[in-house]
Nanobody
């Protein structure tokens, strides 16, 4: 089992940037495929980005490609999501997730460890 704690959310104007961090404890984050998801009010949780364990391969939702970047800091056992050029439609609770799989999964059901979420609000 692994524990995940997100931080870095907040309120930002459109066009601004935020840096979300996911602190991983219990196991090294290199053992897991790590993902970021988001959920807006009244909507289903949706995939944002994922990074494969022990590799640098990444995957992004089309809506964030070119604006968001997922990365690992193995020394700190954290996974970071850099959010640039933010839009009001990016407003949501952002969740970090982990899965003991060896593929870049985009479905919620593939992940069995979740953080508590961090709120990102983008004003127009």
């Amino acid at each position: 089992q692994v524990q995940l704690v997100e931080s870095g959310g907040g309120l930002v104007q459109a066009g601004g940037s935020l840096r979300l961090s996911c602190a991983v404890s219990g196991r090294t984050s290199d053992s897991y495929t790590m993902g970021w998801f988001r959920q807006a009010p009244g909507k289903e949780r949706e995939f944002v980005a994922a990074i494969l364990s022990r590799k640098i391969w990444t995957s992004y939702a089309d809506s964030v490609k070119g604006r968001f970047t997922i990365s690992r800091d193995s020394a700190k056992n954290t996974v970071v999501l850099q959010l640039n050029s933010l839009k009001p439609e990016d407003t949501a609770v952002y969740y970090c997730a982990a899965a003991q799989i060896t593929r870049l999964a985009m479905e919620v059901s593939a992940y069995d460890n979740w953080g508590q979420g961090t709120q990102v609000t983008v004003s127009s």
